[in-house]
């Protein structure tokens, strides 16, 4: 049978499986050898904490007229009481918007994403994205072929004098950052936060240098320390913000439930965008995730994962104080679910996780979250996932291998 | 607040509401004046028949184990176990793939087709489709700006005479079609079944002239007189077709549950877009159809739409020999959920369709399903959706409209 490839489009070719996937192979490999691998890489939830019990009160619960509207073709907009739940949701991060209007239901957060690359993205447009930030969100942006203004992010998130100084120089040189992708509240990956009076900053010079911001804030319900930070669409005047959120932290990320609350003209073009792409989302999903909402079931995870998690990042710290070598650094996260470290320069992570899969530990390079994929003594490290035991073990394996290596 | 318009891409700015949005607003509009209106437009499943029982039952028996695997994120290339009940389920169409390698979930046909747009189309390259053909699909492929080349669609499908002549056009001016579009099972919207010879000589012709066929499935499954008819992909020994089929016209159409079956490097490059664009799909949906599978309520559903959808072909097509004028042709569809009603030239049901919804019925202008938006004297029909009651009082209306516009 001949190649295919040549058929492949240059957005086709430029598919290719990523670091994830190699990681993952590797760990599937040891687990067909019997080998146990304790997984430190994605943003899973608590197997304990999955909400099993209410998820499964609420489909006994189901009546008939619900099935006739689950079952059928649904609004590309997404179910209108889970639009009407989400908007009140909303208000306990002080975001006010018309659920009829200004939210849209997406198939996570990756599908809000990517419809906004598809809905702004022209090739060479100029987009600012943190370094590091959510790789992710960067496969989405890059099947557009923007051109990436990048920031770097300090204890404090995007560094705005950096982005201030790169907006001058875009001036002068007559051009402009369209968007800017940021993850204020407990970044992915380096868990910082970006306090109050930047926010009101960064939404200032929005409006000076005519930009939009997409806010992704998948974990900021998750705070080990006093509040939730208030979201930067809560001060949205100017409606320059498309403000994502997702219940795959909080709740459940199997079931893909993610939102997008945006200025109307934004919400509309995006949910034609969505039909082009599939239709309308899966209806038993969005009416489970209406009945946990109003159900008060939503709040009770967030208060659950909060505790649970903050007990793992404390574990998986004091952990790294007994195992790692003195050269690694790492941050203490006050909230989400990762642990960034660095290690010394020429340490290469991305060469190195492979070994790891071999003792028995996996965890995520962190090259993958820079445009620059040169900045290889990086590490990100999950604790919301395994299990304390893995977290001890998995911590151990870890740090005896970088003894050897740095 | 300033207009966002400006920040729209190319792609964005080609995203503009359909015709079935403004019929779907009037709908609204007539529903808020408590007016009553008869849906002959989309390919919705009849109420009653809607599997609510099975899938109730699957819900309650869902054991814990199933729960975990459920609730958290899945493989970009669909749960193992519906990929497994998808194969065994394609060898009743004589299909045979690797559940492993060759089957991906999409949500919805509707993703398949948008991934395969990503991943086939650069800008110019020429993709055949028949004239008329499944709006939705052109939409997806619109995205990526092909060339279409339009290949007539008679009483036994795509005129394969009109598409050699076409490639050996191309062929002397040094080009060559990329794919083809293909809905050979009574097609959306003519109804018509392309022959088994022709099936065959297709794919000679795909291999001769070295392009792919997108074989588009939902409804093969539905026939009212025989066996269903084998898929293309049945005989596809050189794997050039990528084979799309769905739930949604003989389960449920709110599952959201598609698949492809197509060769492994197709199908892995399709997998690693899908990451891309939403990481996974629902575990919920995908878990209950593994169950529907794997319990035999799907090939139960599918004769029992097959028989329902049978009486309310017959119910139309008599009330349209009652109230119709002669001047209106229209087929005898032998499957499938559709009507396709031919006008005298001048009479624009494009136009005419709000005057339809404002004496309470709505239908789908046929100019929609044609590349060239000329075409505007065709109708298409849904039978499947309203109630025998609807259908005739439905048709009555659109009949006395007729017959004052012809």
Excluded at 181 to 198: C, D, L, R
Excluded at 293 to 309: A, F, I, N, P, W
Excluded at 346 to 355: N, Q, Y
Aim: proline share 6%; hydrophobic share 40%; aromatic share 10%.
């Amino acid at each position: 049978m001949v190649g295919k490839d040549r058929f492949f489009s240059d957005l086709g070719r430029s598919y290719k499986p990523g670091i994830i996937t190699e990681i993952v192979l590797a760990a599937f490999e040891m687990a067909k050898k019997g080998k146990k691998l304790i997984s430190l890489t994605g943003g899973s939830y608590d197997p304990p904490s999955l909400p099993v019990a209410e998820i499964r009160e609420v489909l006994q619960e189901v009546p008939d007229t619900a099935w006739r509207e689950i079952l059928q073709y649904g609004s590309n907009q997404g179910y209108w009481r889970l639009r009407d739940a989400l908007s009140k949701f909303m208000k306990g991060s002080e975001i006010t918007v018309d659920p009829e209007r200004e939210v849209l239901v997406t198939t996570g957060s990756q599908q809000a994403l990517d419809l906004i690359s598809r809905v702004f993205i022209n090739e060479g447009d100029i987009i600012g994205v943190g370094s590091p930030t959510y790789l992710a969100a960067l496969s989405a942006f890059k099947q557009f072929s923007p051109r990436f203004l990048t920031i770097p992010v300090g204890d404090e998130g995007l560094n705005l004098g950096a982005l201030e100084e790169e907006l001058e120089r875009l001036r002068r040189e007559g051009k402009g950052m369209k968007m800017l992708y940021v993850v204020p509240s407990f970044q992915n990956p380096t868990g910082v936060v970006m306090p109050q009076p930047n926010r009101r900053r960064l939404l200032e010079m929005a409006e000076e240098h005519d930009f939009l911001i997409v806010e992704d804030n998948p974990y900021g319900y998750i705070a080990f320390e006093g509040e939730p930070p208030t979201p930067i669409k809560a001060f949205d005047e100017g409606g320059r913000v498309i403000y994502l959120s997702t219940f795959s932290k909080i709740v459940s990320p199997g079931l893909r439930i993610g939102w997008v609350a945006a200025e109307e003209e934004i919400v509309k073009k995006l949910a034609i965008a969505k039909s082009a792409v599939d239709l309308c989302s899966d209806g038993l999903s969005q009416y489970v995730a209406s009945e946990l909402l109003s159900r008060g079931v939503v709040e009770r995870q967030v208060r659950k994962v909060t505790d649970v998690y903050r007990e793992k990042r404390d574990l998986m710290l004091e952990s790294m104080e007994v195992y790692f070598p003195k050269e690694a650094e790492w941050n203490r996260p006050r909230g989400g679910l990762f642990l960034w470290v660095r290690l010394p320069e020429g340490v290469d992570a991305s060469e190195m996780v492979f070994e790891a899969v071999e003792r028995g530990v996996a965890y995520i390079p962190g090259s993958n979250f820079f445009t620059d994929p040169s900045k290889t003594n990086y590490m990100r490290l999950n604790y919301s996932f395994p299990s304390k035991e893995g977290i001890v073990e998995g911590i151990k394996i870890l740090g005896d291998l970088l003894k050897e290596r740095v």
